[in-house]
């Protein structure tokens, strides 16, 4: 990707952005919120007009593929998505397979096939019959993720997929992703607002901050506190639990509670399991204190 340009209703959304996404490998787009992470997806998907520079795919610019070419290489799913009522969970999954059909043909024997790893894969495949609409928010994410699958590129592009998802599903499709990844050797480029995800299931990251990218490479090299609570504009610490560092911004509730766990332990930002209890413990009461408080006003 060298020197793109993007301007949307007059207003320039990414300026003069190089950067590379590495075959085979996972690149996570990060940075605050309206820095540009969904546009650079549209324009990879050749969603959104690019007004200066160019994307190579396959040693090709991207807007000389033609759209079905395009839709072999890869497939998005995009932050929002509407359903049409009364389409079936089966019949979603289907338009994944449209790139590889003729106009009106039957499903084949791979179609079919291929829709129905996408299901498992995605764990939808008990909704098959179901219409979308009767789903939960967090059933009908996993079964656009189907569809995304079902069209069996190379590369997968997802805007933050974990958004819809309790915490357990959250878990459950970053390590789809990671299957897809290494198991079938898919490139995925996403986009995840839970730096701490991004970390465990990324290979790469390309920061961006008002439409310019402010660091790309390693995720670990990328993702520093000082450059996080820099860019997000929040003070933000390093905390090791169980022998994994994670990125902990540090609310005021929190501050004043890891102060005193400091103070008791005399370490610096290192919990584990046990001295983590306390902590829990110790805000936990404070919480209560402070909604009693609260209703004693
Ligand atoms: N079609 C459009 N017309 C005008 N401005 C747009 C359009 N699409 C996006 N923008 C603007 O471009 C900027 C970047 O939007 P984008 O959705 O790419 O950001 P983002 O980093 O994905 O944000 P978020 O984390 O909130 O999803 C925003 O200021 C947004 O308002």
Redo the contacts with the bound molecule.
């Keep these: 990707m060298n020197k793109l340009t993007c301007r949307?209703?007059?207003?320039l959304?990414?300026d003069n952005i190089s950067c590379e996404f590495q075959e085979g490998k996972v690149t996570a787009?990060i940075?605050?919120?309206?820095?540009?992470?969904?546009?650079?997806?549209?324009l990879i998907a050749g969603l959104?007009k690019i007004n200066t520079g160019e994307i190579q795919l396959s040693g090709k610019g991207i807007t000389q593929y033609s759209r079905a070419d395009l839709a072999l290489k890869l497939a998005m799913l995009p932050?929002r998505h509407s359903t049409p009522v009364g389409l079936t969970v089966a019949d979603l999954v289907e338009f994944g397979r449209h790139p590889h059909r003729r106009w009106f043909a039957p499903l084949t024997k791979k179609d079919k096939e291929k829709m129905h790893w996408a299901m498992q894969e995605a764990g939808v495949l008990e909704f098959a019959d179901l219409a979308i609409e009767t789903l939960s928010g967090g059933e009908a994410q996993r079964c656009w993720l189907a569809m995304v699958l079902a069209q069996d590129t190379d590369i997968v592009l997802l805007?933050?997929p974990t958004s819809w998802l309790d915490i357990g599903h959250q878990v459950e499709l970053l390590h789809i992703v990671k299957r897809l990844n290494e198991q079938y050797g898919k490139t995925i480029i996403w986009?995840l607002?839970d730096l701490n995800h991004a970390q465990e299931f990324s290979h790469h990251a390309i920061m961006?901050e008002k439409?310019k990218v402010v660091a790309s490479g390693d995720i670990d090299l990328v993702l520093t506190a000082e450059r996080v609570s820099q860019v997000y504009n929040t003070s933000v610490t390093r905390v090791e639990v169980e022998g994994q560092t994670l990125l902990w911004p540090r609310t005021n509730a929190v501050k004043l509670n890891a102060a005193k766990f400091i103070a008791n332990t005399e370490s610096s930002t290192n919990i584990d399991s046990t001295t983590n209890t306390k902590l829990n413990a110790k805000t936990e009461s404070n919480a209560k204190t402070e909604s009693n408080a609260k209703r004693k006003d």
């Excluded at 949307?8 to 207003?11: D, E, I, M, R, Y």
């Excluded at 940075?31 to 997806?41: I, W």
């Design positions: 949307l209703g007059g207003k959304i990414l787009l940075g605050p919120n309206g820095s540009g992470k969904s546009t650079l997806l549209k959104e932050q805007d933050e986009v607002h961006l439409g």
